[in-house]
């Protein structure tokens, strides 16, 4: 049985990750303190150096989680891109929402007093 797709939610494939791969090898390098000061005393040379495409270093220069996802970026390596420029996954998912981190923080603080409803049985399972 195929699941249903989530609207505006992209699914990471085989495809996405061989369109990915230099920009998940690079991000996963980031694990190493030696190659956190390399990238950023030089972006565009240590993206090069993984031969990543202009899609995906354009979506390197804008710090954009989304467009790093279109360029078959994994969000667990994303991850630790966004984690050289202190970005934790409140301010990932605000971006990907589209609305503020404040904004974000409280959709999540209500959905988790939602759940906590539903657990209690105040409210029905949907």
Not at 65 to 88: D, P, Q, R, S, T
Request: overall charge neutral; some cysteine; glycine content about 8%.
């Amino acid at each position: 049985m195929a699941e249903k797709p989530i609207p505006g939610t992209p699914v990471f494939t085989g495809e996405s990750a061989k369109k990915g791969y230099a920009l998940n090898k690079m991000c996963y390098s980031l694990n190493e303190a030696k190659n956190r000061e390399a990238f950023l005393a030089n972006e565009d040379a240590y993206c090069d150096s993984f031969g990543m495409t202009e899609e995906q270093k354009a979506a390197i220069r804008a710090r954009s989680v989304e467009a790093l996802i279109a360029a078959g970026g994994n969000a667990y390596y994303l991850a630790k891109f966004a984690g050289i420029f202190h970005l934790n996954m409140q301010d990932i998912g605000a971006q990907q929402t589209g609305v503020s981190v404040d904004e974000f923080k409280a959709k999540l603080k209500a959905y988790a007093r939602f759940n906590d409803d539903v657990n209690a049985g105040k409210v029905p399972h949907v």
